[in-house]
């Protein structure tokens, strides 16, 4: 059975740092995609970052500089680094699969979320 | 950057049909996937490739893309499918994926 699992989400203060991990089961995080995507409160779905089996990463503009992705495939995990957190980061963050053809993905399965709050 | 339009809510009754659509510049030579949010729930993939559909997901529901847009279908609605339901493209000028706003779909 596939599952993605989310951790590390909570509080934190503005201009603060968090990583948030997924643990994956059912497949390998190093042979597939990977991404992150997030939703604020009462907001649509944003597309935040996504690994390459590469390992070549890309971020959206709102966080590029800001946030780090990383995958441990002996853990079978990603995860996302943020840091200089504002309070427009305050979400509820998946962990998704991606597949499909190449610029074509599609999210095929998703973790259940981990909220970051980022407030003083 | 490239944006996805939908409408924000359509309602159906029981047994009836909702449509609702996506509209973006040229989306007609896109793949355009589809995905539903219960409240509290993480998105659930219902369609993909414009018209494809997931292991599991009930022949119901059902996806085009033609003209300038796309339109996820649900036949025969059940109280279940009230959600949000969203569409999402790959941007070839970003490199990033987009999503679009989302429609409600209320059950009535």
């Known amino acids: 059975e596939i599952q993605l699992v989310e951790s590390g989400g909570g509080l934190v203060q503005p201009g603060g740092s968090l990583t948030l991990s997924c643990v994956v089961s059912?497949?390998?995080?190093?042979?597939?995609?990977m991404s992150w995507v997030r939703q604020a409160p009462g907001a649509g779905l944003e597309w935040v970052s996504i690994?390459?089996?590469?390992?070549?990463?890309h971020h959206a503009d709102s966080v590029k500089g800001r946030f780090t992705l990383s995958r441990d495939n002996l853990k079978n995990t990603v995860n996302l680094q943020m840091n200089s957190l504002q309070a427009e980061d305050t979400a509820v963050y998946y962990c998704a699969r991606p597949r499909g053809s190449y610029r074509q993905e599609y999210f095929e399965q998703w973790g259940q979320g981990t909220l970051v709050t980022v407030s003083s | 950057s490239y944006e996805l339009t939908q409408t924000p809510a359509v309602s159906a009754a029981p047994g009836q049909t909702a449509k609702m659509s996506c509209g973006g510049n040229?989306?007609?030579?896109?793949?355009v996937h589809w995905y539903q949010q219960r409240p509290g729930q993480a998105p659930l993939l219902v369609v993909y490739?414009?018209?494809d559909r997931p292991s599991g997901i009930p022949d119901r529901f059902s996806g085009s893309n033609s003209g300038k847009t796309a339109t996820l279908t649900i036949s025969r609605v059940e109280a279940g499918d009230e959600a949000d339901y969203y569409c999402?493209?790959?941007?070839?000028?970003?490199?990033?994926?987009?999503f679009g706003g989302g429609t409600k779909l209320t059950v009535l």
């Open positions: 690994i390459y089996r590469s390992g070549r990463t």
């Open positions: 999402q493209v790959w941007d070839v000028t970003t490199d990033h994926q987009v």
């Open positions: 040229n989306i007609e030579s896109k793949s």
């Open positions: 490739d414009n018209g």
């Open positions: 059912g497949f390998s995080v190093g042979d597939n995609y």
